[in-house]
């Protein structure tokens, strides 16, 4: 009676060993997937990371290639300035709004018989008329009408000009003109 009752059960249990096994196997592949799944995750992160690290780079390199060619354009810019500043005829001496030397060039220089670089940027104006009297090339009396012309030009803040007569015959155009 049980004859047929075993064989059923060792079908059965045959069938449930392959369905455990089917299922392991489906869990193991699962599994599998899952881990490969997720390494995938993360070289897709590690790779956004890397693209993100390069826009970033690149994005430096084109700022640091611009300032350099900002530098570059204000070098020659300057170049450019000193070379037209010091070929000039005419002397030029321009003061900031305190009355401090900004820029002078070779010619004021030559027409004040002083040596190049002895008038430095920041240098006070009443302190350059100092350097100019020791130089012995205008005298404390020629700058007297020099002063009070000055002080009414720069009251006006307009462009206007002075010809200032030297005590040793010599006639200096005198120009003012304030930068905006």
């Not at 069938?15 to 599994?31: C, H, P, R, Y």
């Not at 000193?82 to 401090?100: E, I, K, P, S, Y």
Request: hydrophobic share 45%; proline share 2%.
């Amino acid at each position: 009676v049980l004859q047929g009752w075993r064989v059923q059960t060792a079908w059965l249990a045959g069938m449930v060993g392959l369905t455990e096994l089917s299922l392991a196997g489906i869990v193991v592949l699962g599994v599998r997937q899952l881990r490969d799944q997720e390494r995938v995750a993360v070289a897709n992160a590690a790779e956004l990371r890397a693209e993100a690290a390069r826009a970033v780079a690149e994005a430096d390199l084109a700022r640091a290639e611009e300032h350099a060619r900002g530098e570059r354009a204000a070098r020659e810019q300057a170049d450019r300035f000193d070379t037209a500043l010091h070929n000039m005829l005419q002397g030029l001496v321009m003061f900031d709004g305190a009355g401090r030397v900004q820029v002078v060039n070779r010619r004021f220089y030559e027409l004040c018989n002083m040596p190049d670089g002895l008038i430095t940027p920041g240098l006070a104006y009443a302190d350059l008329l100092d350097l100019v009297v020791r130089r012995g090339n205008v005298s404390a009396a020629d700058l007297v009408a020099l002063r009070t012309w000055r002080t009414e030009t720069r009251d006006r803040q307009a462009r206007a000009g002075f010809t200032w007569e030297l005590h040793d015959g010599r006639t200096i155009l005198v120009t003012h003109r304030p930068m905006r």
